[in-house]
């Protein structure tokens, strides 16, 4: 009797295992061509900065929280990003890295956004700027992996390509006790998760992007 509704199951049970498997072949068969043109933007984060292994710029721009990028140069991030259109940016962020409750040196207290002409115009030429700021309260205030109070931005133009330096905790309010920048010191080194950039101008559904570009209407 145990091995009839034994069987019963199992035979009940291969009609749905071919279906599965069935579904996984198709895709193959038949491409889907309705792909989402606004995947097909080109857009990037790149950075001139030295970072620990694995943990490179790219990890600020792939819309993970669970990815860091961890540069170590001078305590800036010097991020280069392509947007892959002219958009006017409206609000930044970033997303705190898994660790940053233990060691919040690596925060960004500072953020300096510039509007550039081109992907390698010299920074030193992109003359359109802001400096954002969070003050201390607010970086303490921020769990691991959460997104910083975001901050409004005023530049004048729009733009395709930006570039972003950070001044961290640890320089700005001169934290050196909480160190997790092996021989580096603990000013010398800026741990986030994601660039967080937002336009609110631009109708929902426009555009979507691997870089965090996030449209709020
Ligand atoms: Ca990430």
Redesign the pocket.
Known sequence: MKRCSLKKIVSSFLPLVLLVTLMQVIPVVFPQPNLNKAEALTQTCTSTASSKSGQDIT???????????LGLATGTSDVRIDVGSSIKLTLIAF?AGGDDQTYRNRMVADATIRGCAAADTPVGECTDSQTVSWNQTQLDSVNNSKVYPSKVLNLAGSYRYYYITTITYGEKFQVATDTACTGLGATKCVQY??IILEDTDIPTGSLTSSLRVQFKD
């Open positions: 990890k600020a721009c792939d819309g993970s929280s669970s990815t860091v990028y997303r998760s994601e």
